[in-house]
């Protein structure tokens, strides 16, 4: 995270738009645009993947960083950080699924998979207990933060350069994979010292407790909880378009969002609108974006009255898991279908099987790859590797995690392309 250095000229940006813009124009956001988000991607039919719901999550980001700024101007009048927030916040939702591997939501798991019960298992007496739960529980946001801090080989010091309180804001959960539940941790061994510097600097406090562990960045809450309302929300609309939930289900889930007597004009508005609108798609829509616009309002509304306990970094949970009725109640039906109903549909399972089969067969090839580089079918399958995945260490440890980078960093179509080309089932110029 060393500052890059330029020539001085005028500034025509802050530092922290310079971070949006980093962001924007590099190549492992535009990768996104062939990562799986839930849904395959569909030839006739337009749904979400990882750079769209990306780019929803930064304006949703950015409507809650700006809204929170009200509170915080109040309170720290004299602070110059405070008018950035709304980009901070927005560009931090721009790269927070950065370090996700392809084929949507299973690709971590695959990851993981391969080591607890794959071709990997062999290295974990040869890996301290920390370096084996990077890979066991392998982890997106962790890998944001590597993708954006880390100088791979060949590229510039420090990464993207971006600012300290744009990549706090990133990390969901700021402790080691050690503590991690639910498969969720917020830095590598490999990143420890960069997140501890980051943290020094922005005076986060450290949490008590024998592995590395800090409390959360006040910001991180407004990228989570624009996170948490963009993917339950849209995934509906997208469940809705592809056939899997019916119009009326959808719009009974959206509409359990308002309270009958307290919402009873905005009830009214959407009926007369809904009579208006006869595209069903349409209807889906501007009933989505007001579910959106009710769940931002509520969301300020508990980051303002929590403001003191997320600053201090005591506030347990999350904004939107403070929701109270009747958005929670909906929100907990929301989840329940979306489980139940739309990640367990045969489509969405369907890729994930697929994902556990093509990450562990290309890990398997590229670990092996890497560990054993002496062989002469594994300096075959080295020559494939882009320069910056070269390994700059000979620790076991950094080897993998070189695969590891390259397998992640993947789109889904480029995946299954080198996959099949490894397998023998399709070669160039060969009919």
């Given at each position: 995270?060393?500052e890059?250095?330029?020539?001085?000229?005028?500034?025509?940006?802050?530092?922290?738009?310079?971070d949006?813009?980093?962001i924007?124009?590099?190549?492992?956001?535009?990768?996104?645009?062939?990562?799986?988000?839930?849904?395959?991607?569909?030839?006739?039919?337009?749904?979400?993947?990882?750079?769209?719901?990306?780019l929803?999550?930064?304006?949703?980001g950015?409507?809650?960083?700006?809204?929170?700024?009200?509170k915080?101007?109040?309170?720290n009048?004299?602070?110059?950080?405070i008018p950035?927030?709304g980009?901070?916040?927005?560009?931090?939702?721009?790269a927070h699924?950065?370090?996700?591997?392809?084929f949507?939501?299973?690709?971590?798991?695959?990851?993981?998979?391969?080591?607890?019960n794959?071709?990997?298992?062999e290295?974990?007496e040869?890996?301290?207990?920390?370096e084996?739960?990077d890979?066991?529980?392998f982890d997106?946001?962790?890998n944001?933060?590597?993708?954006l801090?880390?100088?791979f080989?060949?590229?510039?010091?420090?990464?993207f350069?971006l600012?300290?309180?744009?990549?706090?804001?990133?990390?969901?959960?700021?402790?080691e994979?050690?503590?991690?539940?639910?498969?969720k941790?917020?830095?590598f061994?490999?990143?420890?010292?960069?997140?501890?510097k980051?943290?020094?600097?922005?005076?986060?406090?450290?949490?008590e407790?024998?592995?590395?562990s800090?409390r959360r960045?006040p910001?991180?809450?407004?990228?989570?909880?624009?996170?948490?309302?963009?993917?339950?929300?849209?995934d509906?609309?997208?469940a809705?378009?592809?056939g899997?939930?019916?119009?009326?289900?959808?719009?009974?889930?959206?509409?359990?969002?308002y309270?009958?007597?307290?919402d009873s004009?905005?009830l009214?508005?959407i009926?007369?609108?809904l009579?208006?609108v006869?595209?069903?798609n349409?209807?889906?829509?501007?009933?989505?974006a007001?579910?959106i616009?009710?769940?931002?309002r509520e969301?300020?509304r508990?980051?303002?009255?929590?403001?003191?306990?997320?600053?201090?970094?005591n506030?347990?949970?999350?904004?939107?898991?403070?929701?109270?009725?009747p958005?929670?109640?909906?929100?907990?039906?929301?989840?329940?279908?979306?489980?139940?109903?739309?990640?367990?549909?045969?489509?969405?399972?369907?890729?994930?099987?697929?994902?556990?089969?093509?990450?562990?067969?290309?890990?398997?090839?590229?670990v092996g790859?890497?560990?054993?580089?002496?062989n002469?079918?594994?300096k075959?399958?080295?020559?494939?590797?882009?320069?910056?995945?070269h390994p700059q260490?000979?620790?076991?440890y950094?080897?993998?995690?070189?695969a590891?980078?390259?397998?992640?960093?993947?789109?889904?179509?480029?995946?299954?392309?080198l996959?099949?080309k490894?397998?023998?089932i399709?070669?160039?110029?060969?009919?």
């Amino acid at each position: 995270m060393e500052e890059w250095k330029t020539p001085a000229r005028p500034e025509d940006r802050t530092q922290f738009q310079r971070d949006y813009d980093r962001i924007i124009f590099s190549s492992p956001f535009r990768r996104m645009q062939n990562k799986t988000q839930v849904f395959p991607l569909p030839e006739h039919i337009f749904v979400h993947n990882r750079l769209t719901h990306s780019l929803e999550v930064a304006s949703v980001g950015r409507s809650l960083g700006n809204l929170a700024v009200e509170k915080t101007v109040a309170e720290n009048p004299d602070n110059p950080l405070i008018p950035e927030i709304g980009t901070i916040v927005s560009t931090a939702c721009l790269a927070h699924d950065l370090g996700n591997p392809p084929f949507g939501h299973s690709g971590e798991s695959a990851i993981s998979n391969f080591f607890k019960n794959g071709a990997g298992k062999e290295f974990k007496e040869k890996l301290t207990p920390s370096e084996w739960n990077d890979f066991t529980q392998f982890d997106g946001n962790a890998n944001a933060l590597r993708i954006l801090s880390h100088q791979f080989s060949g590229k510039r010091p420090g990464g993207f350069a971006l600012t300290y309180p744009t990549l706090a804001s990133i990390v969901k959960y700021p402790f080691e994979s050690p503590l991690a539940t639910k498969q969720k941790f917020g830095f590598f061994q490999s990143e420890k010292e960069a997140y501890t510097k980051i943290a020094e600097e922005l005076q986060i406090l450290r949490a008590e407790n024998e592995h590395l562990s800090f409390r959360r960045y006040p910001l991180v809450y407004l990228v989570e909880a624009a996170d948490d309302i963009c993917y339950q929300i849209m995934d509906l609309e997208d469940a809705c378009k592809l056939g899997i939930l019916s119009y009326d289900k959808v719009k009974e889930l959206f509409l359990n969002f308002y309270d009958p007597t307290e919402d009873s004009r905005a009830l009214k508005s959407i009926e007369e609108t809904l009579r208006r609108v006869s595209d069903k798609n349409e209807q889906i829509s501007y009933m989505r974006a007001g579910v959106i616009g009710k769940l931002i309002r509520e969301s300020i509304r508990i980051f303002k009255e929590n403001y003191d306990a997320i600053l201090s970094g005591n506030f347990d949970g999350t904004l939107i898991g403070s929701l109270q009725n009747p958005q929670a109640t909906a929100m907990k039906q929301v989840k329940e279908i979306s489980f139940k109903e739309v990640y367990a549909h045969r489509t969405v399972v369907e890729i994930e099987i697929a994902g556990f089969k093509i990450i562990g067969t290309l890990l398997e090839e590229f670990v092996g790859a890497f560990v054993e580089p002496d062989n002469k079918y594994n300096k075959k399958i080295m020559s494939l590797l882009p320069e910056q995945y070269h390994p700059q260490s000979e620790s076991l440890y950094h080897k993998i995690q070189s695969a590891v980078d390259f397998i992640s960093g993947m789109t889904d179509v480029f995946a299954l392309d080198l996959y099949r080309k490894i397998k023998g089932i399709s070669l160039p110029g060969v009919v």
